[in-house]
Protein backbone atom coordinates (compact mmCIF):
# COMPACT_ATOMS: atom_id res chain seq x y z
CA UNK A 1 0.00 0.00 0.00
CA UNK A 2 1.71 3.52 -1.30
CA UNK A 3 0.10 6.24 0.62
CA UNK A 4 2.37 9.36 -1.17
CA UNK A 5 3.30 8.98 -4.59
CA UNK A 6 5.60 11.03 -6.53
CA UNK A 7 6.77 13.19 -3.52
CA UNK A 8 9.72 15.55 -3.97
CA UNK A 9 10.20 16.77 -0.82
CA UNK A 10 13.70 18.24 -0.76
CA UNK A 11 14.27 17.02 3.37
CA UNK A 12 17.91 18.10 2.81
CA UNK A 13 17.00 21.33 2.54
CA UNK A 14 15.51 21.12 5.53
CA UNK A 15 18.11 20.32 7.67
CA UNK A 16 19.41 23.00 9.38
CA UNK A 17 15.53 23.68 10.80
CA UNK A 18 15.55 19.99 11.93
CA UNK A 19 19.10 21.00 13.77
CA UNK A 20 17.45 23.97 15.50
CA UNK A 21 14.52 21.26 16.19
CA UNK A 22 16.76 18.63 18.22
CA UNK A 23 19.25 21.13 19.59
CA UNK A 24 16.07 22.96 21.20
CA UNK A 25 14.71 19.63 22.82
CA UNK A 26 18.19 18.33 23.51
CA UNK A 27 19.35 21.23 25.44
CA UNK A 28 15.80 21.40 27.34
CA UNK A 29 16.30 18.14 28.68
CA UNK A 30 19.86 18.34 29.37
CA UNK A 31 19.37 21.75 31.39
CA UNK A 32 16.21 19.65 33.00
CA UNK A 33 18.54 16.69 33.95
CA UNK A 34 20.90 19.66 35.32
CA UNK A 35 18.50 20.64 37.69
CA UNK A 36 17.47 17.35 38.70
CA UNK A 37 20.74 16.63 39.49
CA UNK A 38 21.49 19.63 41.65
CA UNK A 39 18.13 19.16 43.55
CA UNK A 40 17.74 15.60 43.87
CA UNK A 41 20.74 13.95 43.10
CA UNK A 42 19.98 12.22 40.01
CA UNK A 43 19.32 13.66 36.03
CA UNK A 44 15.94 11.92 36.57
CA UNK A 45 13.77 10.96 39.18
CA UNK A 46 14.44 7.47 39.73
CA UNK A 47 11.68 4.84 40.64
CA UNK A 48 12.19 2.23 43.82
CA UNK A 49 13.78 -0.32 40.98
CA UNK A 50 16.93 1.93 41.24
CA UNK A 51 17.30 3.98 43.69
CA UNK A 52 16.12 1.65 46.65
CA UNK A 53 13.43 2.01 49.43
CA UNK A 54 9.79 0.98 50.36
CA UNK A 55 6.18 1.96 48.04
CA UNK A 56 3.31 1.05 49.69
CA UNK A 57 -0.04 0.79 47.89
CA UNK A 58 -3.18 0.87 50.06
CA UNK A 59 -6.40 0.76 48.75
CA UNK A 60 -9.28 2.25 51.56
CA UNK A 61 -12.59 1.40 51.52
CA UNK A 62 -13.27 5.06 51.90
CA UNK A 63 -12.13 7.99 49.64
CA UNK A 64 -8.67 8.57 52.26
CA UNK A 65 -7.75 12.53 52.95
CA UNK A 66 -3.73 12.65 52.30
CA UNK A 67 -2.99 15.60 55.19
CA UNK A 68 -4.65 12.87 57.74
CA UNK A 69 -2.59 10.23 56.26
CA UNK A 70 0.06 12.18 56.52
CA UNK A 71 0.06 13.31 59.91
CA UNK A 72 -1.02 9.62 61.25
CA UNK A 73 2.75 8.53 59.63
CA UNK A 74 4.63 11.23 60.89
CA UNK A 75 2.88 11.07 64.34
CA UNK A 76 4.35 7.44 64.18
CA UNK A 77 7.57 8.86 63.68
CA UNK A 78 8.35 7.87 60.34
CA UNK A 79 9.99 10.99 58.19
CA UNK A 80 10.25 12.41 54.91
CA UNK A 81 7.20 9.71 53.83
CA UNK A 82 5.69 11.24 49.98
CA UNK A 83 2.19 10.27 49.73
CA UNK A 84 -0.06 10.61 46.89
CA UNK A 85 -3.33 9.39 45.44
CA UNK A 86 -2.37 6.64 43.18
CA UNK A 87 -4.71 5.90 39.98
CA UNK A 88 -8.24 7.59 39.96
CA UNK A 89 -9.21 9.23 43.19
CA UNK A 90 -12.74 7.15 43.06
CA UNK A 91 -10.34 3.96 43.50
CA UNK A 92 -9.89 5.50 46.76
CA UNK A 93 -5.55 4.09 46.51
CA UNK A 94 -2.80 5.99 48.29
CA UNK A 95 0.43 4.86 47.33
CA UNK A 96 3.10 5.88 49.91
CA UNK A 97 7.32 5.91 49.65
CA UNK A 98 9.34 6.18 51.79
CA UNK A 99 13.27 7.40 50.92
CA UNK A 100 16.27 5.07 50.69
CA UNK A 101 17.75 3.16 53.68
CA UNK A 102 20.87 1.83 54.56
CA UNK A 103 19.68 -2.17 54.84
CA UNK A 104 16.63 -4.41 53.94
CA UNK A 105 15.42 -4.65 57.38
CA UNK A 106 14.73 -1.09 57.99
CA UNK A 107 13.20 -1.27 54.60
CA UNK A 108 10.95 -3.89 55.69
CA UNK A 109 10.11 -2.13 59.03
CA UNK A 110 9.29 0.50 57.22
CA UNK A 111 6.38 -0.85 55.26
CA UNK A 112 5.12 -2.24 58.93
CA UNK A 113 5.51 0.59 60.48
CA UNK A 114 3.16 2.43 58.10
CA UNK A 115 0.64 -0.46 57.99
CA UNK A 116 0.47 -0.30 62.08
CA UNK A 117 0.48 3.38 61.86
CA UNK A 118 -2.22 3.42 59.63
CA UNK A 119 -4.46 1.06 61.05
CA UNK A 120 -4.04 2.64 64.49
CA UNK A 121 -5.14 5.74 63.24
CA UNK A 122 -8.22 4.47 60.97
CA UNK A 123 -8.71 0.84 62.46
CA UNK A 124 -8.71 -2.20 60.59
CA UNK A 125 -12.41 -1.90 58.69
CA UNK A 126 -10.85 1.16 56.83
CA UNK A 127 -7.99 -0.51 55.30
CA UNK A 128 -9.11 -2.89 52.63
CA UNK A 129 -6.95 -6.26 52.58
CA UNK A 130 -5.45 -5.01 49.10
CA UNK A 131 -2.24 -4.11 50.01
CA UNK A 132 0.84 -4.01 47.77
CA UNK A 133 4.64 -3.43 48.78
CA UNK A 134 7.83 -2.86 46.51
CA UNK A 135 10.85 -3.28 48.79
CA UNK A 136 14.27 -3.18 47.24
CA UNK A 137 17.23 -2.62 48.80
CA UNK A 138 20.26 0.36 47.95
CA UNK A 139 22.58 -1.83 46.83
CA UNK A 140 20.44 -3.69 44.80
CA UNK A 141 19.22 -0.72 43.42
CA UNK A 142 22.16 0.57 42.15
CA UNK A 143 23.40 -2.84 40.72
CA UNK A 144 19.93 -2.12 38.38
CA UNK A 145 21.12 1.16 37.62
CA UNK A 146 24.30 0.25 35.98
CA UNK A 147 23.11 -3.02 34.56
CA UNK A 148 20.16 -1.16 32.80
CA UNK A 149 22.98 1.64 31.37
CA UNK A 150 25.26 -0.85 30.27
CA UNK A 151 22.77 -2.75 28.26
CA UNK A 152 21.62 0.43 26.22
CA UNK A 153 24.97 0.98 25.77
CA UNK A 154 26.22 -2.36 24.63
CA UNK A 155 22.90 -2.37 22.14
CA UNK A 156 23.78 0.66 20.86
CA UNK A 157 27.72 -0.87 20.05
CA UNK A 158 26.25 -4.28 18.72
CA UNK A 159 24.16 -1.91 16.22
CA UNK A 160 27.50 0.10 15.16
CA UNK A 161 29.79 -2.93 14.54
CA UNK A 162 26.87 -4.65 12.68
CA UNK A 163 26.46 -2.06 10.17
CA UNK A 164 29.69 -1.46 10.08
CA UNK A 165 29.63 -4.95 8.51
CA UNK A 166 26.45 -4.79 6.61
CA UNK A 167 27.06 -1.51 4.95
CA UNK A 168 30.00 1.01 6.15
CA UNK A 169 31.36 2.20 9.38
CA UNK A 170 30.10 5.79 8.11
CA UNK A 171 25.93 3.93 8.01
CA UNK A 172 26.50 2.30 11.74
CA UNK A 173 27.86 5.82 13.36
CA UNK A 174 24.79 7.67 11.70
CA UNK A 175 22.44 5.12 12.81
CA UNK A 176 24.04 5.08 16.37
CA UNK A 177 24.44 8.63 16.83
CA UNK A 178 20.24 9.13 15.87
CA UNK A 179 19.55 6.60 18.48
CA UNK A 180 21.69 8.12 21.01
CA UNK A 181 19.61 11.22 19.63
CA UNK A 182 16.63 9.85 20.29
CA UNK A 183 17.57 8.34 23.94
CA UNK A 184 18.40 11.76 25.44
CA UNK A 185 15.02 13.42 24.12
CA UNK A 186 13.33 10.60 25.73
CA UNK A 187 15.19 10.54 28.79
CA UNK A 188 15.15 14.64 28.83
CA UNK A 189 11.10 14.19 28.24
CA UNK A 190 11.21 12.12 31.76
CA UNK A 191 13.34 14.94 33.36
CA UNK A 192 11.41 17.79 31.96
CA UNK A 193 7.73 16.46 33.46
CA UNK A 194 9.61 15.36 36.47
CA UNK A 195 8.41 11.23 35.85
CA UNK A 196 10.23 8.73 37.28
CA UNK A 197 12.22 5.95 35.42
CA UNK A 198 11.43 2.68 36.27
CA UNK A 199 13.21 -1.12 35.06
CA UNK A 200 10.12 -1.46 32.55
CA UNK A 201 10.66 2.06 31.24
CA UNK A 202 14.63 1.28 30.45
CA UNK A 203 12.71 -1.92 28.59
CA UNK A 204 10.75 0.63 26.60
CA UNK A 205 13.88 2.60 25.51
CA UNK A 206 15.59 -0.67 24.70
CA UNK A 207 12.96 -1.48 22.67
CA UNK A 208 12.78 2.19 20.88
CA UNK A 209 16.73 1.73 19.96
CA UNK A 210 15.74 -1.26 18.42
CA UNK A 211 12.58 0.52 16.47
CA UNK A 212 14.85 3.62 15.35
CA UNK A 213 17.46 1.59 14.31
CA UNK A 214 15.13 -0.72 12.06
CA UNK A 215 13.61 2.76 10.33
CA UNK A 216 16.74 3.97 9.58
CA UNK A 217 17.81 1.04 8.15
CA UNK A 218 15.39 0.89 5.83
CA UNK A 219 16.33 3.72 4.88
CA UNK A 220 20.06 3.04 4.35
CA UNK A 221 19.11 0.32 2.38
CA UNK A 222 17.34 1.91 0.08
CA UNK A 223 20.15 4.69 -0.42
CA UNK A 224 22.63 2.02 -1.05
CA UNK A 225 19.50 0.77 -3.60
CA UNK A 226 19.53 4.07 -5.43
CA UNK A 227 23.28 4.52 -5.70
CA UNK A 228 23.64 1.05 -7.95
CA UNK A 229 20.86 2.53 -9.83
CA UNK A 230 21.50 6.15 -10.22
CA UNK A 231 25.76 6.38 -10.09
CA UNK A 232 25.74 10.32 -12.11
CA UNK A 233 23.05 11.66 -9.26
CA UNK A 234 24.49 13.34 -6.43
CA UNK A 235 24.11 12.41 -3.12
CA UNK A 236 21.91 14.64 -1.84
CA UNK A 237 19.35 13.67 -4.11
CA UNK A 238 19.98 10.19 -3.93
CA UNK A 239 18.80 10.68 0.15
CA UNK A 240 16.23 12.90 -0.57
CA UNK A 241 14.40 10.32 -3.35
CA UNK A 242 15.49 7.61 -0.89
CA UNK A 243 13.41 9.74 1.80
CA UNK A 244 10.21 10.01 -0.44
CA UNK A 245 10.42 6.02 -1.36
CA UNK A 246 10.03 4.69 1.51
CA UNK A 247 7.67 7.65 3.08
CA UNK A 248 4.85 5.73 2.80
CA UNK A 249 6.21 2.42 4.51
CA UNK A 250 7.32 5.48 7.03
CA UNK A 251 3.79 6.99 7.63
CA UNK A 252 2.07 3.15 7.84
CA UNK A 253 4.73 1.28 10.11
CA UNK A 254 4.63 4.43 12.63
CA UNK A 255 1.42 5.48 12.47
CA UNK A 256 0.08 2.25 13.53
CA UNK A 257 2.40 1.77 16.33
CA UNK A 258 2.17 5.18 17.57
CA UNK A 259 -1.65 4.79 17.62
CA UNK A 260 -1.21 1.69 19.67
CA UNK A 261 0.96 3.20 22.28
CA UNK A 262 -0.81 6.12 22.29
CA UNK A 263 -3.80 4.01 23.40
CA UNK A 264 -2.25 2.22 25.86
CA UNK A 265 -0.99 5.46 27.43
CA UNK A 266 -4.43 6.85 27.57
CA UNK A 267 -6.19 3.09 28.70
CA UNK A 268 -3.26 1.75 30.50
CA UNK A 269 -3.43 3.59 33.85
CA UNK A 270 -0.77 4.62 36.33
CA UNK A 271 1.57 1.15 36.53
CA UNK A 272 1.83 1.79 32.35
CA UNK A 273 2.35 5.29 32.10
CA UNK A 274 5.85 5.61 32.18
CA UNK A 275 6.29 2.54 29.79
CA UNK A 276 3.59 3.78 27.68
CA UNK A 277 5.24 7.24 27.87
CA UNK A 278 8.93 6.51 26.82
CA UNK A 279 7.25 4.60 23.71
CA UNK A 280 4.94 7.37 22.80
CA UNK A 281 7.87 9.82 22.85
CA UNK A 282 10.44 7.69 21.74
CA UNK A 283 8.69 6.16 18.35
CA UNK A 284 7.84 9.85 17.52
CA UNK A 285 11.82 10.70 17.62
CA UNK A 286 12.74 8.06 16.28
CA UNK A 287 10.76 7.89 12.81
CA UNK A 288 11.88 11.83 12.81
CA UNK A 289 15.43 10.86 13.40
CA UNK A 290 15.94 8.04 10.42
CA UNK A 291 14.76 11.30 8.10
CA UNK A 292 16.00 14.27 10.27
CA UNK A 293 19.48 12.65 11.80
CA UNK A 294 20.55 9.67 10.07
CA UNK A 295 20.17 10.48 6.87
CA UNK A 296 21.59 14.26 6.49
CA UNK A 297 24.84 12.62 8.27
CA UNK A 298 25.98 10.78 5.34
CA UNK A 299 25.88 13.43 3.45
CA UNK A 300 27.53 15.63 5.85
CA UNK A 301 30.07 13.16 6.09
CA UNK A 302 30.68 13.34 2.61
CA UNK A 303 31.13 16.90 1.90
CA UNK A 304 33.44 16.75 4.79
CA UNK A 305 35.65 14.13 3.14
CA UNK A 306 35.02 16.22 -0.17
CA UNK A 307 36.91 19.26 1.13
CA UNK A 308 39.48 17.33 2.75
CA UNK A 309 40.38 15.55 -0.44
CA UNK A 310 39.39 12.44 1.01
CA UNK A 311 36.08 11.66 -0.92
CA UNK A 312 35.20 8.17 -1.30
CA UNK A 313 32.17 7.10 -3.02
CA UNK A 314 29.74 5.75 -0.52
CA UNK A 315 28.96 1.80 -1.00
CA UNK A 316 25.97 0.64 -3.53
CA UNK A 317 23.74 -2.39 -3.34
CA UNK A 318 25.28 -5.45 -4.95
CA UNK A 319 23.64 -6.39 -8.10
CA UNK A 320 21.13 -9.29 -7.99
CA UNK A 321 22.50 -12.40 -9.96
CA UNK A 322 18.70 -13.50 -10.09
Same mark, same amino acid.
Do not use: P, W, Y
Given at each position: MELFRGVHVDWLGKKWYFL =??? $??FSVAGIVAMGWNWSHIGSPVPLGVD?? =?? #? !? /? !? $?? &? /? !? $?PDLNTIRQAIAAAGIKDANVVTYDEASNNEVLISLPEQHDETSLDAGRQQIEDALRAHYGNPIISTGTKVDVVGPTVGRQLEKKAALATLYSMLGMLVYLWFRFQLIYGVAAVV?? &??? #? $?? #? /?GAFALTSQEISLTVIAAILTLVGYSMNDTIVVFDRIRENLRLSRRESLPDVVNRSINQTLSRTVLTSGLTFLTVLSLYIFGGPVLRGFSFALVVGILIGTYSSIAVAAPMLVAWQQWRAKTGKATALP???RSKA
Open positions: =GFS $LIFR =GG #T !Q /V !Q $LK &F /V !Q $LAC &FHD #T $LI #T /VAAK
